[in-house]
């Protein structure tokens, strides 16, 4: 069968340096909270926003993108290695900067974007699908793509993930719209020395594939199911009421209540694993990739761009988590947050400096239900002068089945819009979950 012409047509590509010159060359070595994400893709995020004058927006995205590369300069670089073989972000002022692709798409309106099943759609507006953070070695560290829309424009944006974590990806996102939306200087500077937390040096014998990065795509294949994603929007309402559900009978020793994380958590949790009709015996993974730069000690700022995150495990039988109440699995969760303080995060650093693995972004456990992003990031204040994006979704990249992506959702307060990918047959069972999506409102 003949493919459709695409619906979005490339119009050229370029680049972008910061503004000012640093004059010297300048590198900082990747420490083990950056290193296992070699193996992962691309990072990806899609914002949308209405609008008409499509060339002058993009001549100030471009304008601020250099202005606020100052600052941020690691993100005009490349990866690297040193003479001991130890992976490193290098900059100077000759490399090409960040890659800026220009696009139009006129038969895509606002409200095509706006519907929550898939990311198909999405792919043709966000560059570097299937492209390993491995090739940053020979690729910009950030790719962007401005897509003009029949109604406004999209930003697609694919960060090298084994430079930063999504706490800096909206750091710097912000900053962006700061400095768009008018402002001389940004509000808060990132913290560059990576070292400052972590300075063990770890060489890796790592080369790109012969297929120079490129993996079969996740739409289904004899061996790989088809995944379907679906985005699932909770209300301040719902999210009140799944966490006064889960806080209805406390537990009698002692712990805190369960946090809105937590109580989502575990409501989502206990309902894949329903969808997915697994024998009572089978086990169940939940994986949070937290925050740690209040755990570690010395705690760092918020400021501190890289990665600063650790994937969190816990697991349980099937059985147990959808027969239980759901406070037993939102104490199992709770307890595996808990007690990752510094002294685990330390323990885990050292295990992995003395032998080290890379991780593949599958890598979340059998059964699992892996939570990444967070409604704590405020993706919809990122306003680059014309408004709040209509919507943020994230990529293909980096999916499989049980990945929820969390993000604060566009009505505001406590409302939150969960992204999740799974099987194409437990999903049609979770959308017909009235449990679960009762207080979908």
């Known amino acids: 069968m003949a493919s459709e012409t695409p619906k979005v047509k490339l119009t050229g590509t370029t680049h972008v340096k910061p503004s000012k010159k640093l004059g010297k060359k300048e590198h900082c070595q990747l420490v083990t909270f950056d290193l296992p994400y070699l193996a992962f893709y691309y990072n990806q995020k899609l914002l949308f926003y209405k609008g008409c004058d499509y060339e002058d927006m993009v001549k ?3 304008d601020s993108l250099a202005v606020v590369l100052v600052e941020f300069y690691h993100l005009a670089g490349r990866l690297g290695k040193d003479e001991e073989g130890v992976f490193r972000v290098e900059y100077d002022d000759e490399m090409e900067g960040v890659e800026v692709a220009e696009a139009v798409a006129e038969e895509i309106s606002i409200a095509d974007l706006e519907v929550e099943e898939g990311t198909s759609s999405l792919k ?3 560059p570097y699908s299937l492209v390993l953070n491995l090739e940053g070695l020979q690729r910009p560290l950030l790719a962007v793509q401005l897509t003009k829309l029949k109604d406004g424009i999209a930003i697609g944006c694919a960060f090298n993930h084994a430079i930063l974590d999504g706490t800096a990806t909206w750091h710097f996102m912000s900053s962006w719209a700061e400095v768009c939306n008018g402002s001389p200087t940004i509000s ?12 063990t040096r770890v060489k890796l014998d790592l080369s790109l594939p012969p ?6 795509a996740t739409n289904g294949t004899a061996s790989t199911p088809q995944l379907r994603e679906r985005v699932f929007k909770f209300s301040e309402s719902a999210i009140d009421k799944i966490k006064s559900t889960v806080n209805a009978n406390p537990p009698s020793d002692g712990s805190k209540p369960f946090s809105t994380f937590q109580s989502l958590s575990v409501h989502i949790w206990r309902h894949v694993t329903k969808a997915r009709s697994l024998k009572p015996e089978d086990y169940t993974v939940f994986t949070v990739f937290a925050d740690c730069r209040k755990r570690v000690d010395p705690p760092m700022p918020d400021s501190y761009f890289g990665n600063l995150i650790q994937a969190i495990f816990t697991a349980t039988a099937a059985g147990p988590l959808a027969g239980n109440p759901p406070e037993f699995g939102a104490g199992v969760i709770q307890k595996a947050i808990e007690s990752h303080n510094a002294s685990a995060i330390e323990k885990r650093n050292k295990e992995w400096e003395s032998a080290p693995k890379i991780f593949e972004f599958k890598d979340a456990g059998v059964n699992c239900v892996a939570v990444g992003s967070s409604p704590r990031f405020k ?3 990122v306003d680059f002068g014309w408004g709040k994006p209509e919507g943020v979704r994230s990529g293909s990249n980096n999916r499989f089945d ?8 566009k009505s505001g307060g406590r409302s939150i819009d969960v992204e999740i990918s799974l099987e194409a047959a437990a999903m049609e069972k979770l959308e017909q979950d009235e449990e679960f999506l009762l207080p979908v409102v």
């Open 60 to 62: 100030k995205l471009k």
């Open 124 to 126: 043709e507006l966000i």
């Open 188 to 199: 808060t500077r990132p913290f560059l020395e990576r070292t400052k937390v972590r300075d």
């Open 211 to 216: 297929s120079n990065g490129k993996a079969a």
């Open 379 to 381: 993706v919809y204040e």
């Open 402 to 409: 049980g990945m929820v992506y969390l993000y604060q959702g």
